[in-house]
């Protein structure tokens, strides 16, 4: 097995000559709620990192919702990278945790073109995505790794052939997301198809993602952080499936508070929890979600009867469809049921958008 593993690594560093390589990390990133993350490929800024829970920082340091933009005549596009945690888990695949996937930009939109798979044995990972494409220009966005971190990002293109990174002059208004481990993308196949990225193609416009997995407790850094967003379009508070009644009556309204000082006037998108796939046989697992569901509801009503008028609620019955298709394990969803919860989402924010 050891030196299968060498011949492996050395296959990749002989391969790997013939590519010319771009760092990533002179790009501009896209998906960060600040440009002044502690590390390029994170989420968090220094302060608010010193600051965070210790599960916090863990999962900030994720590279969900990140991604790189560039365009090249190369007729192959290659990527290597590092990641930080080499994670594997059981209900989710590979190339969704710490894996890379491309997109290439048509006139009908982004188009899905191929995925890197990232080493089990090793943090670092060297990948053709796609090969012997036609000639010409093409723009490409690759989406980062949802649940691990990335700690080295370099792009490949063949000798000869032009890299252009892709900036922008103005940032559109992004839409900023806060949310559970379905926000961050839970359990999806590859990064492209977590909900914040697919909402990102549809919008044609910048989604963060404030996810994090098992930890969306309403904490006041988080809040802050999301009111640091220049122009931020619209915030949508999806943290249901985190917190007990008890802690969302206790934190809501102060959560809201910070995003509301700093952006008086921005809609906030208030999301109820959608059903476990297996509350049609458990009246306790179905009344558990029904007394969440209403604590998030009652937090709308307060700051609505405050007197703010651009708040908007999201009914939990539609997330996930009503096959109970739409989840791995009754709560994570596949990409099924992450499309379903961007086509829930989609004429909302859309409408929202000014």
């Not at 009246?283 to 937090?299: F, G, L, P």
């Amino acid at each position: 097995m050891k030196r299968l593993t060498l011949i492996l690594i050395l296959f990749t560093a002989v391969s790997a000559r013939a590519q010319v390589w771009h760092d990533a990390a002179q790009m501009h990133i896209f998906g960060k709620a600040v440009e002044d993350t502690y590390t390029p490929f994170v989420r968090f800024p220094e302060d608010i990192n010193e600051k965070a829970r210790k599960a916090l920082k863990y999962l900030g340091g994720d590279a969900a919702g990140l991604y790189v933009q560039f365009r090249t005549d190369s007729p192959a596009v290659h990527v290597r990278w590092t990641s930080v945690k080499k994670l594997t888990m059981s209900h989710m695949a590979s190339v969704g945790s710490r894996g890379v996937d491309l997109y290439a930009k048509t006139d009908a939109g982004w188009r899905f073109v191929g995925s890197a798979r990232p080493a089990l044995d090793y943090n670092e990972t060297t990948r053709c995505i796609v090969k012997k494409m036609d000639a010409g220009y093409k723009e490409f966005r690759m989406y980062l790794s949802l649940y691990d971190g990335i700690s080295k990002l370099e792009i490949g293109t063949e000798p000869g052939c032009e890299f252009i990174p892709v900036s922008v002059d103005k940032r559109k208004a992004p839409v900023v997301m806060y949310g559970t481990s379905i926000l961050q993308g839970g359990c999806v196949s590859r990064p492209g198809m977590a909900f914040t990225n697919i909402l990102g193609r549809m919008l044609d416009r910048e989604v963060v993602n404030l996810g994090f997995s098992g930890n969306a407790r309403l904490d006041p850094e988080i809040a802050e952080l999301m009111a640091r967003v220049e122009n931020p379009a619209v915030f949508v508070l999806d943290n249901v499936p985190n917190d007990t009644p008890e802690l969302i009556l206790e934190r809501g309204e102060a959560f809201v508070k910070i995003l509301r000082d700093a952006h008086p006037a921005v809609p906030i998108v208030f999301v109820e929890m959608a059903h476990y796939s297996h509350d049609f046989v458990s009246s306790e697992s179905y009344t558990d979600v029904e007394a969440r569901n209403a604590a998030q509801h009652t937090i709308y009503e307060r700051v609505k009867a405050a007197g703010d008028k651009n708040l908007y609620y999201v009914s939990g019955k539609d997330l996930n469809g009503s096959d109970g298709e739409a989840t791995v394990d009754y709560v994570h969803t596949t990409d099924l049921g992450q499309l379903r919860y961007a086509q829930v989402l989609y004429p909302i924010l859309k409408g929202l958008i000014k």
